[in-house]
């Protein structure tokens, strides 16, 4: 197994880490509601789940409650 022969300064290891960044993952719309949701997820505003290409086609899965 190699070793280094040199030690890697703090920019050259900055640098092989500049395409390390993560993304931000897009934001869906709810079909129902049209609130940003994440993929796969049910909704936080109206409590339903699936998209106008998906099986279940916004079913309810979740009741909101009024406070």
């Given at each position: 197994?190699?070793?280094p022969?040199?030690?890697?300064s703090?920019?050259?290891?900055r640098?092989?880490?500049?395409?390390?960044?993560?993304?931000?993952?897009?934001?869906?719309?709810?079909?129902?509601?049209?609130?940003?949701?994440?993929?796969?997820?049910?909704?936080?505003?109206?409590?339903?789940?699936?998209?106008?290409?998906?099986?279940?086609?916004?079913?309810?899965?979740?009741?909101?409650?009024?406070?």
């Amino acid at each position: 197994m190699p070793n280094p022969k040199r030690r890697h300064s703090k920019h050259r290891k900055r640098i092989r880490r500049s395409h390390h960044a993560l993304l931000m993952a897009p934001a869906n719309r709810c079909a129902h509601c049209g609130a940003a949701v994440k993929s796969h997820t049910v909704c936080e505003n109206c409590g339903r789940y699936g998209f106008e290409k998906g099986g279940q086609k916004g079913a309810i899965v979740l009741e909101k409650q009024e406070v």
